[in-house]
């Protein structure tokens, strides 16, 4: 089974785990450690920023 190559960069997988508060646990568990709910809301976050910034550069 090959593995699948993330979207999103380390970076930014990291500014949004500072936003929403599990940074701690990804530094010293990695992203298994986090929970579905986390992950979830990780990627709704990722969603809703690329949205705005898809509709900021619409508006353009």
Do not use: P
Not at 40 to 58: F, W
Request: charged share 30%.
């Amino acid at each position: 089974m090959s593995r699948r190559r993330g979207i999103m960069s380390e970076q930014f997988k990291m500014e949004l785990a500072k936003d929403l508060g599990i940074y701690d646990t990804v530094q010293k568990e990695g992203w298994g450690g986090i929970t579905t709910r986390d992950a979830g809301n990780l990627v709704k976050r990722a969603i809703q920023i690329a949205e705005q910034t898809l509709a900021n550069q619409t508006q353009k």
